[in-house]
């Protein structure tokens, strides 16, 4: 059988911020995998917006009622090495749009090539998220505008 | 846990012919889930070219190596309520384009708002699939050109 | 001024049919225009799903509340001619996705060819009406579905 | 009816620089509203290539034709916010491509969740403007290119 | 070195009708090729507008100046198996849109796999003519109206 | 006849790096082109992540064997102007995807506004390298992975 075993996949990101979009893409993954990993990949060359020990910590307070099966880590280095630390062979993403799309399948035809049993699994966000976005949120937060109808009740970015 | 219980997907199409596109999503995803239905749609409205039965049964040769967790059927009606009657609550689908993925998320969103609890999944076609396409195979083989090279090795159209 | 004379929309379409996507198109139009004229085209070389009749009787019921600001007429031939029987110089166009973007791309440019006074107006369909398209529609009350969330109020399909 | 008040359309961008696009935008626009606000969104994290206050006074030479219906205005915070206080209810836009579509869609559909009476309305640019660009004109300027074919007649980058 | 033969590109389609933007590809390719054969594609499950013969008669027309190096000819059959014919190793597509891409990579892809020596080569339409689009043209010629605005000097409909 | 004279495309890029994908739309064009020079462009504002000499040597070993018919050399100013010091009158470049294909054109139709005689020719890349991206690649590199697999035998980027 498929289920013989734990089944985690790994939601990586940068998460800055975490929006309501990403938190129903984990819920509704719960559904199909045992566990969910909520990677912030930690690149060194960007700057954050939230820094990155805040965004840990306020990921997790989303997720304490998930009993658990949602766990939340900060990584550096490539993704499939953090998903093979983790004995995760699922990358998990949201679809929102076509442009969406087309740079999720370069990264993900790229991952199979560096770890072959590695499996991208997507699923789209709600109609009503499509438009929600880590980068037009911190614009709209840097202009002094109010963001939280786009953010977890629980997530706060201050 | 998320797997108390057997995990059944949907795969549902026209399959006007079934190609090596398709056969590689459904193998991908056995690793995913218990079963997988491959639900050959009856249209009544569209003149397909391989007949629904031979379709049925050649789809079923190819996956005859599967240990019984391929289960190929037709139906008829929406798929939500064929999703339904096989006590399924996921859609699987292949992504190949930017363009399949307007039209997916516009089925995949209208299929959630007639059955809530139904989640669709998508993994990407591989990257030498990209360009396979039923209906430009259904035309190379109108104009008595050899698409054998898109077909499953144990599907045949004649 | 601007405003120195009634204006006037024509929204064309086929309508087959009517859904809550175009009735929000129309109404928030309401807001900029003095007039908004449902065209439905009148397509010999197609079969329509909903007589042409029926059509133009249900959106006119849906309109009932809009005193007299939305009118429907049947038109036939080009588009372009009919706005300028209509006097109006504003084609009105719903947007959900980057293919429907293209093709009313296409459509306009040619119109405005054709006819350089007119100028297509877009509006955006709201993010929960993004995947409502009329041929989906159409294929979910073939396969005896409820279509009903998808339509206004007063439109009936029987 | 629809035009008992002054209708206002902002039009707000970085336009760095303003090109022939965004001028046939504006001026077809003035066809609909009484007034265009041209505004320049003052974005303090990014380094503009133009000063934000030559700018202004270019393009508004490009408007001393238009009777006082345009307007050209520095903002700083929220394009919502700035059209609150302009008593706007439109924000005009103009679209090109595909890619652009997607982003303005979502910029709208979140300008509309933070302020609901807002209604974003989409001109196309003509054929002959589609390729038309800024970042391109900015690296032209940069390379010691000639861009003035991109620019309106009045404005001047040096 | 490359041209040590002469070199023919095929520029199949079902040109129904061939446009100002067809045109426009055929001519600049001439540049770059020595001859380039116009194939246009018989195929017996579609119904023309304008009968295949006909097409081929102001097709020619069209290329009356072109001294010889523009040969228009009816083809059965696959495109590729037409090209070998013709001892023609590029295939000759014009490119509009992103939606137009889409498909003329699936298209150029799987031409590939079946004759691997085949290359297709793609030039951009001119931005007038980009939305210049066969199934629009028959359209307005099927409403009554004047598509010759879009359509080659000397090519006629009627 | 067409080929006179020596055929030379220009295949500009900033190549950080050279990709087995640039590799193969090069080593296609020695086809149809007499000469192929690869142009460096020097970006005086955007920091590179190879060194612009390092990437001459580098992609000069790559096409070692090509007879000498593939030039590498680095220039400044516009793509236009480099071309016309070179007399060619051809630019090639790679489509992958449709977000490609959009930037592309824009880019294409800009360089024609500015030099009428050049012609921009594309050509697919392959499809098992359509995912192969610089920004991927120099991405993998600073998290210490190995991109090995996406560059040229012969390119090194150590």
């Known amino acids: ?18 929006t309501i979009g990403h938190e129903s893409v984990v819920r509704r993954a719960l559904d199909m995998f045992d566990r969910v990993i909520v ?10 917006f939230i820094p990155i020990e805040k965004s840990l910590t ?11 099966r949602v766990i939340v880590k900060v990584f550096k280095g490539l993704t499939v090495d953090f998903c093979k630390n983790e004995k ?7 679809l929102r749009t076509a442009a969406d799309f087309e740079y999720e399948r370069a990264i993900a035809q790229t991952n199979k ?3 072959p049993d590695i499996e991208t699994v997507f699923l789209l966000t709600l109609p009503q998220h499509t438009f929600v976005n880590s980068s037009i949120i911190r614009e709209i937060i840097k202009q002094g505008g109010d963001a939280s109808l786009f953010l977890p009740a629980k997530f706060s970015v201050h």
């Open 113 to 115: 090539v560096m770890y």
């Open 39 to 48: 990677g912030i990949g930690h690149n060194t060359t960007k700057t954050r």
């Open 58 to 68: 306020e990921i997790q307070k989303v997720f304490e009622d998930a009993g658990g």
């Open 88 to 94: 995760s062979r699922y990358i998990l993403r949201g």
């Open 1 to 18: 059988m498929a289920n013989d075993k734990i089944k985690t996949a790994v939601f990586p990101g940068s998460f800055d911020p975490f």
